[in-house]
């Protein structure tokens, strides 16, 4: 694993990061929305609202994707760092690029934002993410549920407040 670099991504990483994040989407089944110019809007814009960090080969070759972004938690008194997407190519699967991507979005978020925990969400039928994550030591709250508002309900949130 030490011909595989982790970087930051950089503005002209749009076409490398959407395409790894679609082979993501592809592979758990979502469909994918995001563009290119989403990407460079969004990761790269005058207001980034997500980091990522590319694990590449020496040619060039994106094998692994991590896309993050700081938040703030008032329980903990303190930033975590929240894990939107990680991806490991198929072929280098089972050789640590997932946990070293994760350690790099924690010494990014350290180094950001003074960032003292990780967060991230997995579906229930992937019982392989599942035991990855166990494995490295995250922990299943039971006393929260991921909710989501968009759509009609995001809109038209407000309008009778």
């Not at 991504?9 to 679609?22: Q, R, S, T």
């Not at 997995?122 to 991921?146: C, I, M, S, W």
Request: overall charge negative.
């Amino acid at each position: 694993m030490k011909d595989i670099s982790i970087r930051q991504a950089v503005p002209g990483d749009e076409a490398a990061l959407n395409l790894a994040l679609g082979q993501l989407s592809d592979g758990m089944g979502d469909v994918h929305r995001a563009s290119e110019a989403d990407i460079a809007r969004f990761c790269f814009g005058s207001a980034p609202v997500f980091h990522a960090l590319l694990a590449e080969t020496a040619d060039g070759h994106v094998v692994g994707v991590a896309a993050y972004s700081p938040f703030f938690s008032t329980v903990s008194g303190s930033v975590g760092v929240y894990v939107s997407d990680l991806w490991v190519a198929e072929q280098t699967r089972g050789k640590r690029l997932g946990q070293r991507l994760l350690a790099a979005v924690r010494v990014a978020g350290i180094e950001a934002w003074d960032a003292s925990f990780i967060r991230l969400n997995v579906y229930h039928d992937n019982p392989k993410a599942l035991a990855f994550y166990e494995r490295l030591g995250f922990v299943h709250y039971a006393e929260t549920q991921f909710m989501t508002l968009s759509g009609r309900e995001f809109s038209s949130l407000g309008e009778q407040a």
